[in-house]
C-alpha cells in the first residue's frame, strides 16, 4: 500500500512539473510577402498574419513552440502608371519551431528556425491594365475568386523554413509580451504551371515559391522563464 501511494504521490508530482513546462498565448501582426521571380515591378504584399502559440520549456536555454496561424501571402506588381496585378493566397499554417534563449529572467533576447506546412483555403486574383482602343485609354480591370477545381494548377499545399528572432518581456507575475519577426521560405511552386494571372511576370513553374517576413506582437500566459 505505502509503494501505490509513493508511486502515486510520484506521478502526481511529475504531472505537475510537465504542466508547469506549458505556456501558451496568441500572437498577430503583419506579413510582407512576394513571390521569387525576377520583375522590377515586384514589391511587397502586405496580409494579416495570426493565431496561437503553445510553449513547451526545455530548459531554460531551449524551448519547442508549435503555432497555429492564419496567414496571409500573395504576390503584388505595381507598373507602368496604375497598372497592377495581385494576389491573395489565405493559409492555415502550422509552424513547429525551435527556439533558443538568451537574457535575464525579465528580458530574454532569442533566435528560433524550424520547418512549416500551410493548407490553401481561399484566395482572390485582380488585376489594372489600360489598353488603347480606338485611339482612346481604356481600363481593364477584374476580381476573382482562386479557382479550386480538379482542373486547376494551382497548389493548395505549402510548405517550408522559418527563421527568426525576437524578445520576451516580463509582465506581472505570470505572462510576457513576445515581439518576433520572421522569414519564411517557401518551397514548392504556388502554382504548376505559367500562372494565367501573371503571364509576362511568372518566367517559369521553378519561380513562384512563397517568401513572407512576418512582424508580430504576441503574449504568453503562463510563462516561467
Known amino acids: 500500500m505505502k509503494k501505490v501511494a509513493l508511486l502515486a504521490v510520484c506521478v502526481f508530482a511529475f504531472s505537475i512539473s510537465a504542466i508547469s513546462q506549458f505556456s501558451f498565448g496568441p500572437r498577430a501582426g503583419i506579413n510582407l510577402t512576394q513571390q521569387r521571380f525576377t520583375s522590377e515591378y515586384k514589391v511587397f504584399r502586405q496580409g494579416f498574419v495570426g493565431g496561437v502559440m503553445l510553449k513547451y520549456e526545455v530548459n531554460d536555454l531551449f524551448s519547442i513552440q508549435p503555432e497555429l496561424l492564419f496567414s496571409q501571402k500573395g504576390v ?94 516580463e509582465v506581472g507575475r505570470n505572462g510576457r509580451i513576445i515581439t518576433d519577426l520572421r522569414w519564411d521560405i517557401g518551397f514548392p511552386e504556388t502554382y504548376e504551371d505559367v500562372d494565367p494571372a501573371f503571364p509576362s511576370i511568372f518566367i517559369s513553374q521553378e519561380e513562384t515559391m512563397n517568401r513572407a517576413l512576418g512582424i508580430t506582437v504576441g503574449y504568453i500566459f503562463g510563462s516561467n522563464d
Do not use: C, W
Open 76 to 169: 503584388h506588381t505595381d507598373e507602368d502608371g496604375d497598372d497592377f496585378h495581385d494576389k491573395l493566397l489565405n493559409y492555415i499554417e502550422l509552424p513547429v519551431m525551435g527556439k533558443f534563449i538568451a537574457g535575464k529572467d525579465f528580458f530574454n533576447f532569442y533566435i528560433n528556425a524550424g520547418p512549416y506546412t500551410a493548407f490553401l483555403v481561399s484566395g482572390k486574383t485582380s488585376y489594372s491594365k489600360t489598353v488603347v482602343q480606338g485611339g482612346a485609354d481604356v481600363v481593364l480591370s477584374d476580381e476573382s475568386p482562386i479557382d479550386f477545381s480538379e482542373d486547376t494548377k494551382q497548389n493548395r499545399i505549402d510548405f517550408g523554413l522559418s527563421l527568426g528572432l525576437g524578445f520576451e518581456f
